[in-house]
């Protein structure tokens, strides 16, 4: 059996500059970023582009062997697929299977009961119950599903998808039990709860501000003046709890006591405040849908009126005509609009009835009918982490293999972390997904075939998408295996003392290259401490800041973007999302930005453990 040559990776392969290096190690994303929302180009043709300059310049300008770079490429591909796509598609078959049965209007009236308000829910579903699916799954998993549950509720596709997104933010650092924290523990040497005490020191300062953007979002400036005390009470009690639990507690359920003392913290708000006015399904206040239900009714029974009565009034010249023929056309309507005032009135109870059921709370049954698989996903990802089922798991499901055809090291001469791949097959998190979808088929009785075909239909959907995440994880792969990705985080990281302004940069570009803060940390976490030390700054601090930023970046990365446009059923829309997102996106860096840096100082140092 034949092995790759050697490979390892130059730091200034052009030229020998580290500046020229970097500037071409940048221009795969650069030109990702422009294609998408520039020239709006479809987001897998953009890939694809960005995908083609990074093999060449892997190929001419880092000079790593053509077929390591195709294996690094293949590599990328098999990631996005398993795990990523893995989830995304095992996701959006619960949600079409939730779909195919009556339950699924069933869950928006039991999600409106709550709130009739949406910018209420937007914080009650994306912000709250996505913080604990972030907390059990990650990787796209709390984008899916909390945007399917939006849309449920009656809010557009496009909102679903940007609310979605960005409430995916401060819960990530501590997502899928802490994996960032324990990834960034691993490459940086640094003890597990040192890390986590500094990283709750800063996500819960961005905790404090999405649910003000997310009201924003939904309902504009009204918005934010009608309901900022129920969005300033849950930021202050995710982040309050974060803080709590990161610092004190188990870093492990950081997430899951999070989100549920904001849920618990929101729930009593409303029982004695509620916003002004409520904004409902239309995007118009409660009262305006009403008027607008009222007019309706009112101009339907004016209509009827005038075709019953209009021959009694033609007394003008001309209007014999008229009424003549108002009358023989308009007696017939007018005989409709009494018949259908009569069966409504002779029905009048069932009609009221079936009113108040379709609008109405539905019934404890019905309730825990609509909502079993979330339940479900809550339940199965639950027992996933209790240690004995989580060790057996791993023993059973889990192998890690050094993917064929690669051999490389660092430029520090020690082989790169990426090319090593660990599979967890039953244990994964789309596996997971998978059991649950099942579970739900039993419990919604789903026939066996009716199931496979809705299976079907997802892959269908989901084509285009597919190819974009496959193409976005070749490039980070290709990029960060090459040495591309590691000659940018160096050039960022000789800025000197000016470094601690750059360092949440660094995780930002990280996040949005990789889609996952975890990936982020295992790439530029033991380079953030080099800097660190190198500079004088606190290397706990650098490398909080790494992941604690880097978590702004997630909903620009393409393959988010992917899954929240496939989960609304928006193919082609992340462009849009990324235009929509992106000044969010670069405001909270430059927030977190402006924390970290006074963090490094005298002015909030004493915030660093």
Known sequence: MTTAAAFQQPLDPIAGSLALSAILAALPLLILFVLLGVFRMKAYQAALISLALSIILAVVGWKMPVGQVLSATGLGAFYAIFPILWILINALWIYKLTVATPWFEVLGRTIRSISDDLRILSILIAFCFGALLESLAGFGAPVAIAAAMLMAAGMKPLKSAMVALLANTAPVAFGAMAAPIIALN???????????????????????????????????????????????????AFGLAQFAASNFFIVELTDVVAAVVTVVAVLLMLRVWQPSEII????????????????????TESVGTDTLTGAGRGSAPGAGTSAGTSAAS??????????GAGADGGEGDGAASGTTSSTGRPSGHDVWMAIAPYLVIIVVFSIAQVPVVKTWLTSIG?????????????????????????????RATGTLLLFSGIITMVLYRIAAGRGVRVYGETLKQLRWTILTVCSVLALSFVMNLSGQTTTLGVALASAGSFFALLSPLLGWI????????????????????????????????????????????????????AIASAAVGL?????????????????????????IWLQSTSILGWMVP
Request: aromatic share 4%.
């Open 330 to 339: 308009g007696g017939a309507a007018g005989g409709a609009t009494a018949v």
């Open 280 to 299: 409902g399904m239309t995007g118009e206040t409660r009262e305006a849908e009403k008027a607008g239900e009222t007019a309706a009714v009112s101009e």
């Open 571 to 595: 193919e082609g829309a992340e462009g849009t999302l990324l235009r929509k997102l992106i000044g969010w996106s670069l405001g909270l860096l430059a927030f977190i930005t402006v924390l």
């Open 398 to 426: 889990s192998t890690t293999f050094l993917w064929p055809g690669l051999d490389v090291t660092g430029n520090n001469g020690k082989p790169a972390a990426a090319q090593t791949l660990r599979f967890d097959h039953i």
């Open 510 to 561: 990280g996040v949005a290259l990789t889609g996952s803060d975890t990936s982020s940390n295992s790439l530029f976490g033991a380079l953030q401490v080099a800097a660190a030390n190198e500079t004088g700054l606190s290397p706990t601090l650098m490398a909080a800041a790494n992941s604690s930023a880097g978590v702004m970046g997630k909903m620009l990365s393409l393959q988010n973007l």
């Open 186 to 236: 691993g490459v940086t040497g640094i003890p597990l709860q040192e890390l986590s005490s500094m990283t709750g020191r800063q996500t819960p300062f961005i905790a404090l501000v999405v649910p003000l953007i997310l009201v924003f979002l939904v309902d504009g400036k009204r918005g934010l003046r009608q309901t900022w005390p129920v969005a300033l009470v849950a930021g202050a």
